[in-house]
């Protein structure tokens, strides 16, 4: 058991902190629910090695859905939740394979 200035951090919470930052809750999400800053919970993380994982192995179903989803409206946030990783690696994918949404029919004697 561990204390910071004013949060006294056990097992559980670290247990807590690992689970929820590996599944992409950010630091404010999680500060949020203990009731301290953000900047609380990054030094929790780094005094106690907690990261996340290095990369998601994305599947032909994985873009397929990432492909329909964005091409529906959704946005990067949205998706990233769904598959647990941030925002900028679902935009990471949509660049690397080339994903974008269907371009809106031209207005008629417009630009």
């Given amino acids: 058991m561990r204390t910071s200035n004013y949060h006294t951090w056990t097992m ?4 807590l902190i690992r689970r929820l930052y590996c599944e ?4 404010c999400f999680i500060g949020e629910m203990f009731g301290v800053s953000h900047i609380a919970v990054q030094n929790v993380r780094y005094r106690f090695n907690i990261k996340r994982p290095k ?3 994305w599947t032909i179903r994985d873009l397929d ?3 329909r989803l964005y091409c529906e ?3 990067d ?3 990233s939740e769904m598959f647990g990783v941030s ?6 994918v949509r660049h690397r394979f080339d994903i974008k949404r269907p371009e809106r ?7």
Avoid at 87 to 92: G, S
Avoid at 105 to 111: D, K, P, S, T
Wanted: hydrophobic share 35%.
């Fill in 12 to 15: 559980r919470d670290l247990d």
């Fill in 24 to 27: 992409g809750k950010t630091d």
């Fill in 55 to 57: 990369y998601h192995k």
């Fill in 65 to 67: 859905l990432i492909r």
């Fill in 73 to 75: 409206g959704k946005s």
């Fill in 77 to 79: 946030c949205f998706i």
């Fill in 87 to 92: 925002h900028m690696a679902v935009q990471n």
């Fill in 105 to 111: 029919l031209a207005l008629v004697g417009g630009r």
